[in-house]
């Protein structure tokens, strides 16, 4: 079902285009953008709050910020799961937060925190492609 | 700032973020969206007590 916010029901086919792949960019840089650049504004803040929440719950609890490797295929994929926050991954690690602590155990439930909000945010940037083409209202 | 969570509270905050996620992203109605968002929500909780009382029966 379209929607009237949508491009993809404006009659301008090369704006539905940027936008499509526009919205899923901005959406991983900034957790939340690709729905406000939208005009989903509720939806947007939702994401953003929980992708954001649980990213920085993450470093509290003393989570790891896994940095690129070609080691381990579990830090591999840490690394991957990561960088789906987007600039918050890069913020972390130009800040030096994410160290790890082995000696807590609550740090490593920090560091399952910083992975799973790297992979909400690529299912919010998958959602707001999904709105760009006019798949989802 | 650091801070620690328990076990449960941890869980809990992990299920509130995953399910508003789940319920935006999985659904196309905001009130479909509320209605997952709450049915994740609850079986996150739900599992984590069943696994809770699961792992304590084991253990007794």
């Not at chain 1, 992975?115 to 919010?124: S, T, Y």
Request: charged share 10%; proline share 3%.
């Amino acid at each position: 079902m379209a929607n009237a916010q949508n491009p993809t029901t404006t009659g301008n086919p090369a704006a539905a285009g940027a936008m499509a792949i526009v919205a899923p960019l901005a959406g991983w840089l900034v957790p939340g953008l690709g729905h406000f650049i939208q005009r989903r504004w509720i939806r947007g803040l939702l994401l953003m709050l929980s992708v954001c929440i649980m990213f920085f719950f993450g470093l509290a609890m003393q989570g790891k910020v896994y940095g690129f490797n070609t080691g381990d295929l579990l830090d591999i994929l840490g690394f991957v799961g990561d960088i789906g926050s987007g600039l918050l991954y890069f913020i972390a690690r130009s800040m030096e937060w994410g160290g790890g602590n082995i000696q807590r155990a609550v740090a490593d439930y920090g560091t399952k925190f910083i992975v799973v909000a790297g992979l909400l945010n690529i299912i919010a940037a998958v959602d707001a492609h999904q709105i760009a083409i006019g798949k989802k209202p | 700032m650091t801070f620690d969570l328990s076990h449960f509270s941890a869980a809990v905050v992990f299920a509130a973020c995953a399910s508003t996620v789940f319920g935006i992203t999985q659904r196309n109605t905001p009130r479909e969206m509320v209605r997952y968002g709450a049915y994740c929500f609850a079986l996150f909780v739900g599992g984590v007590i069943v696994a809770s009382w699961a792992m304590w029966a084991i253990k007794h």
